[in-house]
């Protein structure tokens, strides 16, 4: 994408766009992938607010009380607000969008939500600037327990800049919980110079190994899918465009720890304690790691590193250590239908 992009996307979703209805593809998805703790929450957000969310997902984890949170792209709040519930009073919710007309809406109704949600005092600030330089929007180092997006990372000109920001301001162990579509090849030259494809989330979508190969240049070596669904393209001209492209909307999670490249065998057993709120029978770390309650799972280095050393370690036994190696860990990756492959786990 050349250097007018941020323009361009401020355009589209400032100008361009006056809801959802005016959005031209499937990228946008309905609430079918919402787990029932967040669709609760979203009841109690107000209308004018949802009514200009243009999100491809539902990046919002367990665990979340008393957390600090950055949500990337926060546009008009919708999930800002629905954080600002799960992580109660006593946690803090930061929204960063460059659009004037997104932002000026989210905090339009700020004092409406901390009266539904009976909150004495603001848990949510909204900032002006760019994801790639949240230095300027004033994020520390090491400050935050999770960073979530929406469907904005494929919208940044600079993917690499974007993704160093975020585990700089991740603490150690903090997560990355990030909605997006991914492309199953890289987008030519032309389509990422369009801008109703650059608005529409397809020009800058990543391809998928590139978004491997990003991640690893900022030194995290896993990532986990929880959940994919293909993209339709509702429009014709767009998709004659777009040629043999596939785009998959796809839930990501990682976090800042020093994971392998591989999943390795240290013979390591994982007991849920189900004593997460909303979950108490059953844990889903990513889609192919279901915990019961009580029911011990052999588990590969790095994911018991995302169990012990994470937000998550006061709800988990993990049984043995890393001192004695076996091997390759022998775990079934992410296949989507649409051939687009997930992460080394």
Not at 51 to 60: D, E, H, Q, T, V
Not at 222 to 228: A, E, F, I, L, W
Request: aromatic share 8%.
């Amino acid at each position: 994408m050349d250097s007018n992009t941020h323009k361009n996307v401020s355009t589209y979703y400032g100008e361009t766009l006056q809801s959802t209805k005016d959005l031209k593809t499937g990228a946008c998805c309905s609430l079918e992938g919402m787990p029932p703790y967040s669709r609760a929450a979203l009841k109690n957000v107000h209308e004018e607010v949802t009514n200009k969310f243009y999100g491809c997902g539902s990046p919002i984890p367990h665990a979340l009380d008393g957390a600090h949170v950055l949500d990337l792209g926060c546009g008009s709040g919708r999930d800002c607000y629905i954080l600002s519930q799960l992580v109660g009073e006593q946690g803090r919710v930061i929204g960063v969008d460059m659009t004037e007309e997104q932002l000026s809406v989210a905090n339009k109704h700020i004092g409406w939500h901390m009266d539904k949600f009976g909150f004495s005092k603001p848990n949510v600030e909204f900032k002006l600037g760019h994801i790639e330089d949240l230095k300027t929007a004033g994020i520390p180092d090491n400050s935050l327990d999770l960073v979530v997006s929406n469907c904005v990372i494929n919208l940044s000109p600079d993917k690499e800049k974007v993704f160093s920001e975020i585990f700089r301001v991740l603490k150690p162990g903090g997560e990355l919980y990030v909605s997006d579509i991914f492309a199953s090849r890289r987008i030519p030259q032309d389509l990422q110079n369009d801008p109703v494809l650059v608005g529409e989330c397809l020009g800058g979508a990543l391809y998928i190994e590139d978004f491997r190969r990003l991640l690893r240049k900022v030194g995290c070596y896993d990532y986990r899918v929880m959940n994919s669904s293909p993209v339709p393209i509702n429009d014709k001209d767009i998709e004659a465009k777009l040629g043999m492209i596939d785009f998959v909307s796809l839930t990501i999670r990682t976090f800042k720890s020093d994971f392998e490249d591989i999943c390795e065998d240290y013979g390591q057993i994982a007991y849920y304690k189900g004593t997460i709120e909303s979950a108490e029978h059953s844990f889903t770390l990513d889609d192919h790691h279901e915990f019961i309650t009580g029911k011990p799972m052999l588990v590969c280095g790095n994911t018991a590193k995302m169990l012990s050393e994470t937000r998550f370690k006061d709800h988990f036994r993990i049984e043995g250590d890393m001192s004695v190696h076996y091997g390759p860990f022998d775990c079934a990756p992410f296949n989507a239908e649409t051939k687009i492959s997930g992460g080394c786990c």
